[in-house]
């Protein structure tokens, strides 16, 4: 994909699923809650995870489905503790890094924008040290309002100044693009790898990538090692 980066001032970027491998997310909330709920409550897997898989999508498209203190007082279980025995799985996609190195390079604005409550904010960041990569980092939560809500975008406005005829959007949602659309947020860019469990599949109605390296000019001249102990310096705080 081809894009006029002179046309492009705001770069804003969904993180899980977008930046960072959903399994992580996907294994937590599927296997590990109802496993752990299970042991506690003294229930089977299969029906522990049947009951909460339902409860989970009873909050889909609200704040409370990434409302981590709602989810403990529901569950009656520490689940940013139950977060920290899994957090080995938490991961970058590929070309993250290169890409938001190339941001930084050409002086883009460039905005983490996630419906993830702060304190998985938190958990993440510490663990991929990607926030000085960022001019700054919104929750859906300080917001009000979740992505799947199409006044989001405008309310958004009230934290980060943009021009969505000059903003290019990153998402593993085609929901939250769709809401984005709504607001004419020019750019809008499916990652449709959004997990390293699945195989990934092109969005019908979006303009698709597999991994950010795709919207890199030029972009073997600008590898960076993922893995580089100096990842951080690549993304220094402004």
């Known amino acids: 994909m081809k894009l006029d980066w ?21 294994y937590f909330w599927l296997v590990h809650v109802p496993r752990r709920w299970g042991e506690k409550n003294s229930k089977s897997f299969d029906y522990a995870q049947k009951q909460l898989t339902e409860l989970f999508k009873s909050e889909e498209n609200s704040l409370n489905w990434t409302d981590l203190d709602y989810w403990s ?30 941001l930084k390079q050409h002086g883009k604005k460039t905005w983490l924008v996630t419906n993830a409550h702060s304190k998985t904010l938190t958990l993440k960041m510490k663990r991929t040290k990607i926030a000085p990569c ?8 300080s917001v ?29 949602s085609e929901t939250n693009l769709a809401t984005a659309e709504s607001y004419s947020i020019k750019y809008l860019i499916y ?8 195989q990934p599949k092109p969005s019908d109605r979006f303009a698709s990538i597999i991994t950010f390296n795709k919207l890199i000019p030029e972009v073997g001249s ?11 310096s690549l993304c220094p705080a402004q």
């Open 134 to 141: 960022f001019d700054g980092i919104i929750s859906a939560h």
């Open 144 to 172: 009000g309002l979740p992505k799947e809500d199409n006044r989001f975008w405008h309310e958004l406005q009230k934290h980060v100044h943009y021009d969505p005829s000059r903003t290019l959007l990153g998402e593993d």
């Open 73 to 102: 007082e529901r569950l009656d279980m520490d689940i940013p503790v139950l977060k920290t025995e899994v957090q080995h799985l938490i991961a970058v996609h590929p070309h993250v890094m290169e890409f938001l190195f190339f």
């Open 6 to 26: 002179n046309d492009i001032d705001t770069v804003l970027l969904d993180m899980d699923g977008t930046l960072l491998d959903r399994n992580f997310d996907d």
């Open 191 to 198: 990652v449709s790898h959004y997990s390293s469990s699945i």
């Open 222 to 232: 600008m590898q960076v090692c993922i893995d580089s102990p100096v990842r951080q």
